[in-house]
């Protein structure tokens, strides 16, 4: 019989987990998968539990919350040697990484695909000491995902996400940074914001970055210059149709490693968390996980 450890939180999703549990862990049982589980406390504790599960020879580790579970749970696995496949209950707010992979969002669908043991291999990014799954990014509009408070979330949902980010948009401001990409000319100047993606997947926006591949083994990289106000709004709209790749405000690359810094602080938003601070290197671990989703 194999053991799976499900790290879940219980926050997450208007608490919808608390109503699946009994069933989930009776259709992996009766599959021969014996689960145990464990509801997150605070912050760090689904790292260190999956990092526990790592160690204490589990087959599986399943993440069910938001994008903020999982990339504390990709914090617990990505380090160690052999880490086992990883499964994924989507049950956040947005579920960015979960919608990019075609991950099913009834648990019966999902439990199947486990019981079934139907894997793929998917690169990892890493950021200094700190991996994420999906995105990592930098710049005033980017903390928006990290300061919202997860109660608001839980109660509203997406909504949550808007009203802070026009709070935000009022009070954008431009940041000086550097950036040396593998494979391209040094850059320097004041920029809204970056992003670095792993999947075509970001923040909701699904024509953002729409040629990043889980497993490509490169990373893709949306700079945007400073503009102003009126006119970082018009880029919203046209990202929105997939249009903003045309403007001259915007930078697209694709790279393995790419090293940014600035002479202010600049914190990091990794998979909608707060990771670190510039300076940063940021490079791709490819078909570094296994996780349980259709080839």
């Known amino acids: 019989m194999k053991r799976a450890r499900l790290i879940y939180n219980p926050t997450s999703g208007r608490e919808e987990m608390r109503r699946l549990l009994p069933d989930i862990l009776h259709r992996l049982d009766v599959a021969g998968i014996e689960t145990s589980c464990h509801a997150t406390t605070g912050e760090g504790d689904a790292t260190r539990e999956a990092a526990e599960a790592v160690y204490r020879g589990y087959d599986i580790i399943i993440a069910a919350g938001g994008d903020g579970t999982l990339n504390e749970v990709i914090n617990g696995m990505a380090g160690k040697d052999n880490p086992p496949p990883l499964g994924v209950f989507p049950l956040g707010t947005t579920n960015d990484f979960a919608r990019a992979m075609g991950i099913p969002r009834k648990w019966e669908e999902y439990c199947d695909l486990v019981i079934r043991d139907q894997t793929r291999p998917i690169d990892i990014g890493k950021a200094n000491d700190r991996y994420f799954i999906n995105i990592a990014g930098g710049g005033s509009l980017t903390e928006l995902t990290y300061e919202v408070p997860s109660r608001l979330k839980t109660l509203i949902g997406q909504l949550a996400y808007y009203m802070k980010g026009i709070e935000k948009m009022v009070n954008l401001s431009p ?121």
């Open 175 to 295: 940041t000086e940074l550097s950036i040396h990409a593998e494979g391209y000319e040094p850059m320097h100047g004041e920029f809204m914001m970056f992003l670095i993606a792993n999947t075509n997947s970001v923040g909701g926006f699904e024509k953002l970055a729409p040629d990043a591949r889980i497993d490509d083994g490169l990373l893709d990289v949306i700079a945007v210059k400073k503009c102003k106000l009126a006119e970082f709004i018009r880029l919203v709209t046209m990202a929105l149709r997939g249009d903003h790749f045309n403007d001259s405000h915007v930078i697209y690359l694709k790279t393995k490693r790419m090293e940014v810094s600035s002479p202010k602080q600049v914190l990091l938003n990794l998979d909608g968390e707060l990771g670190g601070k510039l300076p940063a290197v940021f490079e791709i671990l490819p078909s570094h996980l296994r996780i349980f989703a259709q080839s």
